[in-house]
Nanobody
Framework: QVQLVESGGGSVQAGGSLRLSCAASGFDFSSYSMAWFRQAPGKEREGVAVIDSDMITKYADSVKGRFTISQDDADNTLYLQMNSLKPEDTAMYYC?????????????????????WGQGILVSVSS
């Protein structure tokens, strides 16, 4: 069955960096769209970044220029490199996967477009 397992979260001071990983199994990783979402306490889950099967990427405006999504098809692993972290980046971060292809250049990164989810991992940024 499909499994997505996040790792790499933790606590960091503002301005620092973290790299999240998502180990995927049970599906054809290279043919799926993969994404990172986050959810802060009391807020809706929001799309942070997506990468599709053609390696086209899209980012939320709030993280553009600071976060980079990438994947290693040989290891079936999705990454999120987070630099220049801010306190407002504090949230649970989730890895997500879906087989459907969208034109992410015009489609928003919304949770209803992803079927499979990891359990989440906490990122905490202090000022």
């Amino acid at each position: 069955q499909v499994q997505l397992v996040e790792s790499g979260g933790g606590s960091v001071q503002a301005g620092g960096s973290l790299r999240l990983s998502c180990a995927a199994s049970g599906f054809d990783f290279s043919s799926y769209s993969m994404a990172w979402f986050r959810q802060a306490p009391g807020k809706e889950r929001e799309g942070v970044a997506v990468i599709d099967s053609d390696m086209i990427t899209k980012y939320a405006d709030s993280v553009k220029g600071r976060f980079t999504i990438s994947q290693d098809d040989a290891d079936n692993t999705l990454y999120l490199q987070m630099n220049s972290l801010k306190p407002e980046d504090t949230a649970m971060y989730y890895c997500a996967a879906d087989y459907r292809d969208y034109d992410w250049r015009v489609i928003s990164i919304s949770r209803d477009r992803f079927e499979y989810w990891g359990q989440g991992i906490l990122v905490s940024v202090s000022s």
